[in-house]
């Protein structure tokens, strides 16, 4: 049967735990489909996730996915709505016994489920067949168009090709990686007329070449949006962490014409998380990416705009509009603002970091870096959350993962539940009492020098990979002298505002400020940049929530 051209590239997918059933599947689909679709076979759900992933970055696309209903660990119905969260335009089939159809019944509402097929399927002429067939007919009738792939030739050891991979990483963009030393990335140099001497080099889907672009022209050139659609709005959020995107989702649900502004990518550190598994209403846990994903669709969804790659420099007050200046020099207004910065991870002092930086040296950097860890050793400095996030993620590809951690013991600062899975975890070894003392490498990390903090005894140890989770600093050095901040730089609000009874000093109005309203009337904060917050990504959520009603209620005494 005649197929698109774009068909060849497109994968019709397979996930049966049992052997036999899944490679008796993937041969019926093979000989119906395999000269015009690539049929890709997993026996579980997790292997196929992990292949579903890889095929979004390289920007293939899935048409097709049958699961079978009874799988460990993750039954077909669980798996597909996680696969949803990768590939939300593919067709999907639940594989099922007799017994099980009341339960397939239920995943048409739960995952949307496209159609279920009763295991035997034989003859596949009769019973399968038609199936796919009327799948796939719908499949190419949907809007999936294929997405032109963005390609980025780079050196395994150059810091800016880290940086524009781990931004279009973030950003949900698919992308193809190509090395510079090698054959394909020879020859995309030398077609993009380039020595290889300025990298990374992207080539974008509609084939242009960007030298060592800066975000703003990488997110100009894949298709994110930076350019605000209007001049005046009811809400800014700056910041796309999960406060921003709490409050950007709330705030476009209840009608009001809102803008999300962020820097950089969507997600903050909570994006960057391999594993979040103490989120209400995940007993499975949830990948940052996925979160966030999730949320950001979902705020598009209701109208809110998202910016990406457009720096905040300044807030200025004009009469009852909040004026919003960017890098560039432009300006976005608005009624109102909620300042949800977040935090940076902070820089290791160590000497040779600095210079290391993105060549070996990564802050934060675990889902992208993981892969090239494949069978050797990783060191990650740091003893909260994201690092033992980062640490079991990363035990997954590398030979064995150090933890090093300045305090006594991991209970001052992580998750009963990681340091539970971090004892459990084989090949990985905690070192507490131990610092980096300095860095070494010639162009990229090669050896570290570890100090022991009791007895001054130093070590030096082999090493190629070094995650930095050090705690956070807030990004507010922009709003100095216009938003009130503690000695740390976080910014102060409602009640710590107001601690001695008085109002803040050139507060006008004759009520006090709201609980997360700032010393500017109509500018509310949320999330981790606000003093005293719990540092949670569910709180984190709830405050963005919080913070939209509170600008109702400014709004409607404006």
Known sequence: MAQPADAARSVIMTVDDDPGVSRAVARDLRRRYGETYRIVRAESGESALEALRELKLRGDLVAVILADYRMPRMNGIEFLERAMDVHPGARRVLLTAYADTGAAIDAINVVDLDHYLLKPWDPPEEKLYPVVDDLLEAWRSSDHRPVPSTKVIGHRWSARSSDVREFLARNQVPYRWYSSDEPEGRRLLAAADEDGMRLPVVI????????????????????????????????????????????????????????????????????????????????????????????????????????????????????????????????????????????????????????????????????????????????????????????????????????????????????????????????????????????HGDGHLERLTLRDTASGRTEAVDAQWLFVFIGAAPLTDWLDGTVLRDERGFILAGPDLTADGRPPAGWELDRPPYHLETNVPGVFVAGDARAESAKRVASAVGEGAMAVMLVHRYLEQS
Request: hydrophobic letters at 40%; one cysteine or more.
């Open 204 to 439: 974008t889907p509609d084939g242009a070449p960007l030298v060592e672009p800066d975000p703003a022209a990488l997110a100009a050139h894949v298709g994110l949006a930076t350019t605000p659609t209007a001049d005046f709005y009811d809400l800014v959020v700056i910041g796309g962490g999960p406060a921003g995107l709490g409050a950007a989702v709330y705030g476009a649900s209840e009608g009001l014409r809102t803008v999300l502004v962020e820097r950089s990518a969507t997600g903050g550190q909570a994006g960057q998380s391999s594993r979040i598994e103490n989120y209400l209403g995940f007993p499975d846990g949830v990948s940052g990416a996925q979160l966030t994903d999730r949320a950001r669709r979902q705020a598009t969804r209701f109208g809110a705009e998202i910016l990406t790659a457009r720096e905040v420099t300044g807030l200025e007050v004009g009469g009852g509009a909040r004026v919003v200046r960017f890098s560039d020099g432009s300006a976005v207004a608005a009624h109102s603002v909620i300042l949800a910065t977040g935090v940076s991870y902070r820089q290791l002092a160590a000497p040779g970091c600095e210079e290391l930086g993105g060549c070996g040296v990564y802050y934060g950097s675990a889902l992208t870096e993981a892969s090239a860890c494949q069978g050797q050793d990783v060191y990650i400095v740091g003893g909260a959350n994201s690092a033992g996030q980062a640490a079991m993620y990363l035990s997954r590809f590398a030979k064995s993962v150090t933890l090093l951690v300045r305090g006594p013991d991991l209970s001052a600062s992580m998750s009963y539940y990681l340091i539970q899975q971090i004892g459990r975890a084989p090949n990985i070894s905690v070192r507490c009492g131990t610092v980096v003392e300095e860095a």
